[in-house]
């Protein structure tokens, strides 16, 4: 039965939410220490007072979260997948457990591009701009709220298509805070809303600010085993495709459906979805035999 490893994007979770796993969890120890020893300073202390406005700090701790995890899980759960999808962010993760990425790259890749991201958004005044994950309000209904939108001058925008009844939209404030008006008075759901723009058009310019000014001056390897792209379904085992992917998911939506197309067609039956605090779980379980591996998980047996 083919296998593979699925590492969701990530999701604002807090020091406490994860902190069994961080202080009690040897592989969690192991992967912090080697995080202080690239950064320079402890990133466990970091993360525990940051707040949700810190996002290049929270974006690393959720990176060695995961691949702690993962680690945990090959060790554990006998994870050794044949393929690798991840997610929005979860392809730099992906990028690192197959190879194709040092962590030491990863953590100066993340940190850098997140860095000038945020800067970029508050000089433009996209901080007026959210992001919110709709469930249980069909795709094709949002994609009619767009057009509307879009005729009356306002903007909003589909950034991630993760099943039929789950996207995510971003827009301007006000268009988010009617869409979830709207999703209520249909009995969907708003799940969660973030404070930043992803995966949108209005994102190209700082994606090519980034290639240039970070991406340009880090090498990528071939990894151990094929990636998936979540953009385009694409099989990824080229570094200069990789390096792409994780350029394209700023200004790309992520198309979850064209990912899962390709795994089925190279005959994964069973995916292990690892990482923190995930609605990828249930996503995975529609067409496939799945595993999670999450803190929780790690924190019921013996660490490492």
Wanted: glycine share 6%.
């Amino acid at each position: 039965m083919k296998t593979a490893v699925v590492f969701p994007g990530f999701s604002p979770s807090s020091y406490p939410e994860v902190q069994e796993f961080i202080e009690s969890n040897g592989y969690a120890e192991k992967w912090y220490s080697r995080a202080e020893d690239i950064l320079g300073y402890s990133l466990k202390e970091a993360f525990r007072e940051a707040t949700e406005a810190d996002w290049e700090i929270n974006e690393l701790a959720f990176l060695i979260n995961t691949l702690a995890l993962a680690d945990y899980a090959g060790e554990n759960h006998s994870l050794t997948p044949e393929y690798c999808m991840g997610s929005s962010f979860g392809g730099m993760i992906g990028a690192v457990y197959t190879g194709s990425l040092s962590l030491a790259d990863a953590l100066w890749l993340s940190y850098q591009s997140t860095n000038r991201e945020k800067r970029y958004m508050t000089e433009r005044i996209f901080n007026r701009y959210q992001t919110d994950f709709i469930y249980q309000y069909p795709a094709e209904r949002v994609m009619q709220d767009v057009r509307d939108y879009t005729e009356k001058g306002k903007y909003l925008e589909i950034s991630s298509y993760l099943s039929r009844n789950l996207v995510a939209v971003s827009g301007e404030m006000d268009v988010i805070r009617e869409m979830k008006k709207k999703v209520r008075q249909a009995r969907g759901i708003s799940l969660f809303t973030m404070d930043r723009l992803i995966h949108c058009k209005k994102l190209k310019e700082i994606k090519e600010v980034v290639g240039r000014e970070v991406h340009s001056r880090v090498s990528f390897r071939p990894p151990r085993i094929p990636m998936i792209s979540d953009i385009d379904g694409s099989i990824l085992v080229e570094p200069v495709k990789i390096k792409n992917l994780l350029l394209d998911w700023f200004d790309q939506p992520v198309r979850m459906h064209l990912a899962k197309t390709t795994m089925k067609k190279c005959g994964i039956e069973k995916v292990f979805v690892v990482g923190p605090r995930s609605i990828f779980g249930s996503l995975m379980s529609e067409d496939f035999s799945v595993e999670v591996i999450s803190p929780e998980t790690a924190c019921q047996t013996a660490t490492g």
